[in-house]
């Protein structure tokens, strides 16, 4: 009896273990693979897709990030890799002022680019200069990225920021998130430490706010207009440099790590690692590729997402 009993108990464990299917183990996320580089760029900072012509501008510091020595430039690329004109729109040529650009928005036929404590416009078609926002008045240290709101307004971010004789990062401003909205009037939207060095700033449209990835800290924030601190969504490496919306999907690149990542439910996920200085990237929707502007290497990366 006892010889039946232990087999019969053994038999009711197997086959309880057997009816239990282990826990599936989750698929690694997916990831993206490098389908093309664009060289002979200098100090490249970010790349906007124009959905409207199918070209990509990438924005050339063309030296120190705060030098107004006018011989900054914008290129005009083609989805294939190809550069149809490096300098599309160049600083110093007549009716041209283009110091250090870096962050750019499109509405409509133009384009708008960050240049350190002004932005300017340009017309997308042709890179005829259009006008120039001066925001020195306002206390604009280190303009860095822009976004069009859904009000038609441009939100730029001000990272306030500088860099001593020996290179170092140094913060002599107030952070801030400017606005600048009918007939070019300029206003403060948010200002304080809790911005951390703000830096890249998207519009999410699903979740009706602003995205804003900031240098200072490894808080990703989202914020609305009318909020006087912004709110932390995520947390990453920190170091933090361009912001996309991805179908939905929260994309960052980091310099700390040199990754582009997404962000769901909070988490970093990489998609793209081994990218050092990652800066402002830029999505084509078209194609689903994200585009990585290599700040300290000259050139500009295209990554196809699976």
């Keep these: 009896m006892r010889a039946v009993f232990a087999f019969t108990s053994t038999l009711i464990i197997w086959t309880a273990c057997k009816e239990k299917p282990s826990p599936e183990v989750p698929p690694p996320p997916p990831t993206a693979s490098k389908v093309g580089t664009v060289d002979s760029l200098q100090t ?59 962050g750019m928005a499109i509405s409509g036929d133009t384009l708008w680019v960050t240049d350190i404590d002004a932005v300017r416009a340009f017309n997308a078609k042709t890179g005829v200069p259009m006008l120039s926002v001066d925001l020195r008045r306002q206390g604009a240290i280190f303009l860095n990225d822009l976004a069009v709101g859904p009000d038609g307004a441009l939100y730029i971010t ?53 995205i804003v ?30 912001v996309e919306m991805v179908q939905g999907r929260l994309f960052i690149s980091s310099w700390t790590d040199s990754s582009v990542s997404a962000y769901e439910s909070g988490s970093q996920v990489k998609v793209i690692s081994g990218v050092a200085s990652p800066a402002d990237i830029g ?24």
């Excluded at 990272?159 to 952070?175: L, N, R, V, W, Y």
């Excluded at 900031?214 to 440099?241: E, H, L, S, Y």
């Design 213 to 242: 990835a900031p240098i200072g800290g490894p808080p990703v924030f989202a914020w609305k207009q009318g909020n006087v601190a912004p709110t932390a969504i995520a947390r990453g490496p920190g170091g933090f440099d361009g």
């Design 283 to 306: 999505y084509d929707a078209k194609r689903n590729r994200i585009l990585i502007p290599v700040f300290m290497a000259n050139r500009m990366e295209i990554w196809q997402l699976p």
């Design 44 to 102: 490249p900072e970010s790349v906007k897709w124009d959905s409207v012509q199918d070209v990509y501008f990438v924005a050339n510091i063309n030296g120190s990030p705060v030098a107004k020595d006018n011989n900054g430039f914008i290129s005009r690329v083609r989805p294939d890799g190809s550069i149809e004109s490096l300098k599309f729109i160049e600083g110093g040529k007549p009716g041209v002022m283009l110091n250090a650009p870096k």
């Design 158 to 210: 001000d990272s306030a920021i500088g860099f001593d004789e020996q290179g170092t990062m140094t913060h002599p401003g107030i952070d801030r998130i400017f606005r600048i909205g009918e007939r070019h009037r300029v206003s403060v939207a948010a200002e304080g430490d809790t911005l951390q060095r703000p830096n890249g700033i998207t519009w999410d449209e699903l979740g009706k706010r602003f």
